[in-house]
């Protein structure tokens, strides 16, 4: 059964007029897809595009590796380490790196602008350095990772202990900028004799998963690892709020509910909706159709429909919007009068 009709079926059932939700059976679905088509693949999960333990447990048969920034984000997926799985640290510090050597005896550490460079690390912790992609791509620079032109500054004791190279996929990317990046990473393994992985970071999709499949054919070695963190939630994830109040204005159609934009739905892109009438409906012209949530910050909306057109509606009805990434969960949060929303796992 689709999302939508399962949760047609239980919005009655929840204790709220707005949440999200995630479907198990979706979120396993694309896990087993995953696995079926990249089979090379290291496979890790950063914690923080889905801080949530019933996600975390749905997936973790399916990945390799953790990968976690902070002391909550670790002490999250504690009790999910099974000797098959690998403990990485990005975007960290010392500190958590104190506690992740209490849950794996080989962390993995990732180097980047933002680390301590002159601290001692434990032989058993193994170190990767993080990438800039635009300086992979020769297309300027990004916040993170280091630039081409700055690892001979490196210290040589610190090359020499480096076991895997990371650069964050920028967004969607193609399979030209994929290969690019690959490529030009082949021409400075010669400084890093040690490199056993190569981490590509995020930026799947169903468009591109081709060419992350192609890209271990061109490059068999070192290994390849990603973290597909939108890819195992995106197509599982919903919002749904019932509809407090419709007005026209202007010859706009506004709906207003509690779901937030700003607190609720961060980085959710290309999201779809649906209406689910409960009742006796109204026709409703417009010129322009527009979602908006009860707090008063007046960007806290979204236009669902840019030209003009008519829907039936009622207040009391409910809105679903699909295509909400894990993301949302990890912003979650109270906002102006706005509760935090509620989240939800159906089957």
Known sequence: MKTIKKLALKLDDFASDYGLVFDRSVIRNTCQKLSGELKGYEVHFSVKSFPHLDFLKVIAPFIHGWDVSTKSELDLIRSLMKPEHSLWLTNSSTQVLSLALQVSSKPYFTLDHTTDLTFDYPE????????????????????????????????????????????????????????????????????????????????????????????????????????????????????????????????????????????HLKWGRGMSYTFINQGPQNNQAYQKLIYSSSNALETDRIVMKQTPGALSLSVGDWLVLEGVPGYAVAWNHQFNGVAEAPIYFIE
């Open 124 to 263: 058993n912790v193994q170190l990767g350095l993080r990438l800039d992609p635009y300086s992979l791509l020769d297309r300027g620079h990004s916040r993170y990772g280091f630039m081409l032109s700055q690892l001979d500054s490196l210290p040589v004791h610190l090359k020499k202990r480096i076991k895997y190279l990371h650069a964050h996929c920028p967004g969607m990317i193609g399979g030209s900028e994929l290969n690019g990046m690959r490529s030009a990473m082949e021409k400075i393994l010669a400084d890093f004799p040690g490199v056993e992985l190569i981490n590509l970071g995020g930026g799947l999709t169903n468009a591109n998963i081709d060419s992350f499949e192609m890209l271990q054919e061109i490059h068999p070695t070192p290994k390849l690892a990603i973290e597909p963190g939108r890819w195992f939630s995106e197509a599982a994830g919903s919002a749904f709020t019932k509809i407090h109040s419709i007005y026209e204005k202007g010859g706009d159609l506004y709906l207003v509910s509690q779901l937030s934009v700003e607190a």
